[in-house]
């Protein structure tokens, strides 16, 4: 017999022997309960003689006797699941293994374990990044295809060569500053960013983690090199690796358990998103980024930066200051930081694809390469039909589908006039205030303007009339039928007559007679607009405008239409009568 065995024997008979000890414990206890129960007195006779009080029936039950409880299905065993989640599916009937994960409490995991949330965003890695969406993946794997056709070999110089760098320039600056006794936010303030960034151009410069003020001096050195700050990248980091567990995270003096790093993003210039595509790309990617970092070196920034900058900014000129060996990359311009030359070795191989080479920077040799890139054209990557396709493009505003946009957005009175007949809405585009869209200075409601008789030869220069609805014609006793417009004349020539009918006593108005008769278009005189001056309405309808059009003395009765017209119509008929909103005719647009 082994020792171990004796050992298990004695063991079991030492537990046998405490086990029996307690037995007798408890029967001890037993029997003298038991004495001290036969020492208490019975109660009297008298009392157990007493009848009981009889119970009240039970009351009739108002509902409908109970469904049969039947009996619970038996559930399939999982041999997919873990032996703990196959315990709990047989034991509680509700149980659903696939929503164990959906509802874990991820705020108590880090109390408990150390686990940071953000170690459960899917898709964080690029890798995996929009596996979901086939569109986006494509248009990410075009980029970088495209990035990487249209780039010169990685080159560096010693940060203290900077100066030679000048008088080139970058569209893109990348910035990791060596914070410390000897490098301070003065030091950084005298880098000569302003001669070598280009116009327009960008600058990326990481600033910590917000627990100093980092964010604040950024913001101002930015600011003193020209920059505007325009976006703000957060790194998320993760502790997947170095998680040792509750508690364990760097003591720092925040308030809150610090996990984040910021990236501050200035412009310089003028950049539209919407129309300088050919420069940048917006909404390609986001500004958080989530990565867990690098053992060896605390300090490095995430790779992904990189990609970031490539997909956005089409600039083909850019530039790291402050880079290290390890992050030479195809397409830029390194710095290095102090002490990273000697880790260069002869022939190091920065791609594993190309096996090219980091050789040190030669302007020479670099402005040609750039201008071979360019082919003449512009210093960027070429976009492609399906590349523009594919990315995120910036809502339009305004536009042809917008009815309200004015005349020059409507739909063209020469279409209209191909068919005999123009439907003219008179609906005031939303959100504006003022002129005839107040709905407390309209006459009647708004009713839509059929014109069947515009006639045809002579409109097919009259351009996009549009909305007209926005001129604020609102049924002045028959206004709205303006069907005796046949021969209107509006185009590029001279007017050959605008003969208006319907008028509440006929206007009879000619072009010819300066819109000084119709003295019966309105009966009651009660503004007596003569000599309006409608000077600003022959912009868009002759080159020799409309100056004519005052003297409409017969203009009587307009209620709250008021005066000052002279820029109200500025862009005429055919320039977009939509702009007749701002504050109306009673005073300048």
């Known amino acids: 017999m082994t020792p171990s065995a004796c050992d298990c024997i004695a063991s079991a008979n030492e537990l046998l022997t405490v086990h029996s000890a307690l037995v007798s414990r408890i029967r001890a206890t037993q029997k003298q309960h038991r004495r001290q129960l036969r020492t208490l007195p019975s109660p009297p006779y008298g009392l157990l003689r007493l009848p009981l009080i009889p119970s009240p029936p039970l009351s009739p039950s108002p509902s409908p006797p109970s469904s049969p409880v039947l009996a619970p299905r038996p559930r399939p065993v999982r041999q997919d699941l873990p032996p703990a989640k196959r315990a709990r599916v047989a034991r509680y009937h509700n149980y659903v293994p696939e929503e164990e994960t959906i509802r874990n409490d991820y705020s108590q995991r880090y109390v408990d374990g150390g686990e940071w949330p953000q170690n459960w965003v899917l898709g964080a890695d690029p890798e995996h990044r929009f596996e979901e969406y086939p569109k986006q993946q494509r248009l990410l794997s075009l980029k970088k295809a495209s990035v990487a056709q249209y780039a010169l070999p990685p080159t560096y110089l010693p940060f203290s060569q900077l100066v030679t760098l000048h008088p080139s320039k970058f569209d893109v600056i990348l910035i990791d500053p060596p914070f410390s006794s000897s490098f301070t936010?003065?030091?950084?303030?005298?880098?000569?960013?302003?001669?070598?960034?280009?116009?327009?151009s960008y600058v990326l410069m990481w600033v910590g983690s917000g627990a100093g003020d980092g964010l604040e001096r950024g913001r101002e050195v930015m600011a003193k090199w020209g920059f505007?700050?325009?976006?703000?990248?957060?790194?998320?980091?993760?502790?997947?690796?170095?998680?040792?567990?509750?508690?364990?995270?760097?003591?720092?003096?925040?308030?809150?358990?610090?996990?984040?790093?910021?990236?501050?993003?200035?412009?310089?210039g003028t950049v539209r998103r919407s129309t300088d595509s050919w420069f940048v790309h917006c909404n390609v990617d986001t500004d958080v980024m989530i990565w867990e970092g690098d053992a060896s070196d605390p300090t490095l920034k995430p790779p992904e930066t990189y990609t970031l900058i490539e997909n956005f900014c089409l600039g083909l000129r850019r530039l790291e200051l402050f880079g290290r060996a390890r992050t030479l990359r195809r397409g830029w311009v390194t710095a290095l930081a102090e002490g990273e030359e000697e880790r260069i070795e002869e022939g190091l191989s920065v791609d594993s694809d190309t096996q090219e080479a980091a050789t040190p920077w030669n302007r020479e040799s670099w402005e040609v390469g750039i201008r071979e890139l360019s082919n003449g054209g512009k210093a960027v990557v070429p976009m492609t039909p399906e590349i523009d396709a594919l990315r995120p493009k910036s809502p339009v505003r305004g536009g042809s589908t917008n009815i309200n946009a004015g005349m020059g957005a409507g739909a063209g009175l020469a279409q209209a006039g191909a068919s005999g007949a123009l439907t003219m809405p008179m609906n005031p585009p939303p959100n504006r205030t003022g002129g005839f869209q107040n709905q407390n200075r309209m006459m009647m409601p708004q009713p839509m303007m059929p014109m069947n008789a515009l006639g045809g030869g002579e409109m097919g220069n009259m351009g996009n009339v549009g909305n007209m609805g926005n001129m604020g014609m609102m049924g002045w006793d028959g206004m709205m039928g303006m069907q005796g417009m046949g021969g209107m004349g509006m185009g590029m020539g001279v007017p050959q007559g605008m003969g208006f009918s319907g008028f509440d006593g006929g206007m009879g108005m000619g072009w010819e007679e300066q819109f000084g008769g119709g003295g019966g278009m309105w009966d009651e005189g009660m503004m007596g607009m003569g000599g309006m001056g409608m000077q600003g309405m022959g912009g868009g309808m002759m080159p020799g405008g409309m100056n004519g059009m005052g003297n409409m003395g017969g203009m009587n009765n307009m209620g709250n239409m008021g005066m000052g017209m002279n820029g109200g119509m500025g862009g005429g008929m055919g320039g977009g009568m939509g702009g007749w909103g701002g504050d109306g005719f009673e005073g300048g647009y």
């Open 228 to 268: 505007r700050r325009c976006e703000d990248i957060v790194w998320v980091k993760t502790n997947h690796t170095s998680n040792h567990g509750p508690g364990t995270d760097p003591p720092t003096t925040s308030l809150l358990t610090r996990t984040k790093q910021h990236c501050l993003m200035g412009i310089r």
């Open 185 to 200: 936010w003065d030091h950084l303030q005298e880098l000569p960013i302003p001669t070598l960034a280009a116009d327009p």
